[in-house]
């Protein structure tokens, strides 16, 4: 019961967000590189109607951004030194609507992901 309340909170406010620009997606998890700061002072992962960008707010060596559909299908997969790469905007005009997941994962398999919808 309560992931459903989640989910139709997180669609909320998605649904809410689609009209305007770069809404923060949420994201849960740890990186072991980097910097000891905070997650929100690392990264951020920002959606807009046309694209979702990733802000490299430390340096991590080679991050991999990785995207997956409802199903489990990866739709987007890139290696990014953000070390020299502070951002990059991930193209999300083509994909079919529905629940996605970003995943950015370190070389110590830390990790941290979050949920979008796309409507």
């Known amino acids: 019961m309560k992931k459903i309340i989640c989910l139709f909170l997180l669609l909320c406010v998605c649904m809410i967000g689609s009209a305007e620009n770069n ?21 951020q992962v920002l959606l807009s109607e046309h694209e979702i960008r990733v802000n490299f707010l430390d340096c991590f060596n080679n991050l991999t ?35 996605y997941k970003i995943k950015i994962t370190d070389q110590n398999g830390g990790y941290v992901e979050g949920w979008f919808f796309i409507e």
């Open 23 to 43: 809404v923060p997606i949420g994201l849960k998890g740890g990186l072991k590189t980097g910097s000891s700061k905070n997650q929100s002072e690392q990264l």
């Open 65 to 99: 951004v990785e995207i997956e559909n409802e199903n489990g299908i990866t739709v987007y997969n890139n290696t990014v030194n953000s070390c020299v790469t502070n951002s990059i905007s991930i193209n999300i005009q083509n994909f079919p609507l529905g629940w």
